[in-house]
């Protein structure tokens, strides 16, 4: 992981990584192993967007960075430990639908970093959002295998009513997922100058920014 990476990111991933470990800090001080376990767990999430930016060489905007980190927060954190799945009825659809949007849009920018030449984009608007789609979904199903592990080995409870609430967060996901992967669509198309696609054509230019010599 490049210090590049790392010293780039917005101020709400640097409030998560300090709370998290706050978090961690303050549970161990309460001898609430639970909690310690969940912070360094979602901590250690939080920074696999810049394991796969280094990976891939495709620079992932510090929002994005942060929008995933809430979702991950989100989704473990408050989910698991704020209660929030049983507080809120409409937090698992939050969380789920705008990570959808989101990877839906990431997947956009693989392909087109892929299938791109320095002055045209070789790629099937349609090809390209299908794939889009099915990066989106799929990191919707690993999350889902993620929850499964998680109640399998640590007795947590993330999926709650077992078969009906994967099936629901994959629904979710393939909707959240469709509204990116059609975003992606128009992108391909030319159209640059919505709200979706505007942020697709700018994650777009910062990585040919990079690339150049």
């Not at 990976?55 to 473990?76: D, E, K, Q, Y």
């Not at 799929?138 to 998680?150: D, P, Q, R």
Request: proline share 2%; charged share 10%; hydrophobic share 55%.
């Amino acid at each position: 992981m490049s210090g590049q990476g790392m010293t780039r990111q917005s101020r709400v991933t640097y409030t998560i990584w300090a709370l998290l470990v706050l978090s961690g800090v303050f549970g161990a001080y309460e001898l609430r192993w639970s909690i310690v376990f969940v912070s360094l767990a979602t901590l250690a999430l939080t920074l696999l967007p810049l394991v796969l930016q280094s990976w891939s060489g495709i620079r992932i905007p510090a929002g994005f960075v942060a929008g995933v980190n809430l979702f991950i927060v989100g989704t473990l954190f408050l989910g698991e430990v704020g209660a929030f799945y049983y507080r809120f009825w409409w937090w698992d659809i939050l969380m789920h639908s705008g990570s959808a949007v989101g990877f839906a849009m990431i997947g956009t920018v693989f392909v087109v970093m892929l299938n791109r030449s320095p002055s045209e984009t070789h790629t099937s608007p349609i090809l390209g959002a299908v794939m889009a789609y099915c990066f989106a979904v799929a990191m919707g199903a690993m999350w889902e295998i993620f929850e499964f592990a998680m109640d399998e080995l640590f007795g947590f409870n993330m999926q709650k009513s077992g078969l009906v609430d994967t099936m629901g967060d994959l629904i979710v996901d393939c909707i959240g997922a469709g509204v990116g992967a059609v975003a992606g669509f128009f992108y391909l198309r030319g159209q640059h100058d919505g709200w979706l696609t505007g942020v697709l054509a700018q994650f777009v230019r910062d990585n040919l920014r990079r690339r150049r010599p």
